[in-house]
């Protein structure tokens, strides 16, 4: 049996998530009901009474890659339904991407910190993984040197993730086609973890790892920016159709295909994007002014670690704090509020804050840290 890391951050998040009056470990930005989707959008969704329940199309409805294609699309490359694979999440998709490329023999090069299914799944699979580590005077970026430096002869696979989790960093379109260059001379695939693509509310929007590679891989999926993560619904985005005929062919054994309705409500989503997006900018755009005057008044107890420039998550640092661990669990338990503590992506001393999800929830959040950092126990 091949032999498996302990994933932290999902552990933590099982552990709390149902018990904490406000969640601001949340990833997602404020998930939306079927109701709220229709008072956003132009159309009500109205599921098809008539239909079979199949198993459906095996790779994803025809009109769902479709409309995915041509959401990767640009003037330059025209995508298909035959360029994307429809997944369970993102979580499947990055594992179907590992699972098919990486094996015992090739070096895959993975950016960190970032969400460790991204590293520790081709090691699982037998593959020799070395980590890029994002530094500050970088701007929690690639460093194209040091990148080109760590490549080996059986360099197979280099994992980014962008927007980043943790960070909020946001890797520019020049910068990826730097990556895309010096990986495209050596035959390297790119994964390209787009899942919270496209919040990119505080910068320009970059373009998508698929525009910039023929043989780029990138996955996404409808829980971050959507607000549909109970929509189980992922994509597998890639120019190489060869490689995503050797994923659907790994994905026959574990999926057979995603459920119907998910696709159904998926479609939905996606084509009354723009109102979702709108709605997510704003909040996300509000919430992190929420967040900045907090930072700004707390008077150093607590500061940024990167300010975030995409995403829905970031890091903020915790003076005197050393074990975040530890006093995230205690906000848990007993100001029912939950920040992940990033021992899960390997930096002590600091906490992850999501701020997409409802204002209430980040404010209340936020009061309930500063209460526990003094010492103020909750009645
Ligand atoms: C970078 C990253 N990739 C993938 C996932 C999995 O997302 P999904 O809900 O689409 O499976 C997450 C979830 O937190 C994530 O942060």
New binding site residues.
């Given amino acids: 049996m091949p032999s498996q890391e302990h994933f932290a951050i999902e552990r933590f998040m099982d552990e709390y998530e149902e018990n904490v009056d406000f969640n601001v470990a949340e990833?997602c930005c404020h998930s939306l009901t079927l109701n709220e989707l229709h008072k956003l959008c132009d159309e009500k969704f109205e599921l098809n009474y008539d239909k079979r329940l199949t198993y459906g199309s095996i790779c994803g409805s025809p009109e769902l890659r479709s409309l995915i294609a041509k959401i990767h699309s640009s003037q330059n490359v025209q995508l298909t339904k035959e360029n994307v694979l429809i997944t369970n999440?993102?979580?499947?998709a990055?594992f179907l991407v590992s699972y098919a490329l990486a094996g015992p023999g090739d070096h895959v090069i993975c950016v960190a910190p970032?969400?460790q299914?991204l590293s520790s799944v081709p090691r699982m699979f037998g593959a020799d993984v070395d980590i890029l580590c994002l530094k500050e005077v970088d701007g929690y970026l690639p460093h194209i040197a040091e990148l080109t430096a760590m490549i080996k002869p059986n360099t197979k696979l280099i994992v980014l993730?962008n927007p980043n989790?943790p960070l909020g960093s946001v890797i520019p379109t020049d910068l990826l086609e730097k990556i895309a260059t010096v990986a495209d001379d050596r035959n390297i695939t790119v994964l390209c973890?787009e899942?919270?693509s496209p919040l990119f509310h505080s910068c320009g929007q970059p373009k998508s790892f698929v525009q910039l590679s023929a043989r780029g891989i990138v996955t996404g999926?409808m829980?971050k920016a959507y607000s549909a993560?109970g929509v189980r619904l992922?994509w597998i985005v890639s120019r190489d159709t060869k490689f995503l005929e050797q994923a659907a062919s790994r994905r026959d054994y574990n999926t057979i295909s995603v459920s119907m309705v998910d696709d159904e409500i998926a479609h939905y989503i996606l084509r009354n994007r723009d109102a979702v997006l709108k709605r997510n900018y704003t909040l996300c755009t509000e919430n992190l002014a929420t967040l900045k005057d907090f930072v700004k008044s707390s008077n150093g107890k607590f500061s940024f670690v990167h300010e975030p420039e995409g995403g829905s998550v970031c890091l903020i640092r915790v003076s005197g704090i050393e074990d975040t661990e530890a006093f995230a669990r205690s906000l848990a338990t007993h100001y029912k509020v939950l920040f992940a503590p990033v021992e899960c992506f390997g930096i002590p001393g600091t906490l992850r804050v999501g701020y997409g999800n409802s204002n209430l929830e980040l404010t209340k959040g936020l009061e309930l840290l500063n209460k526990a950092y003094n010492g103020e126990l909750e009645k």
Wanted: net charge negative; glycine share 12%.
């Fill in positions: 990833t999440g993102a979580i499947a990055n970032t969400y299914q993730n989790n973890d899942v919270y999926s829980s993560a992922g």
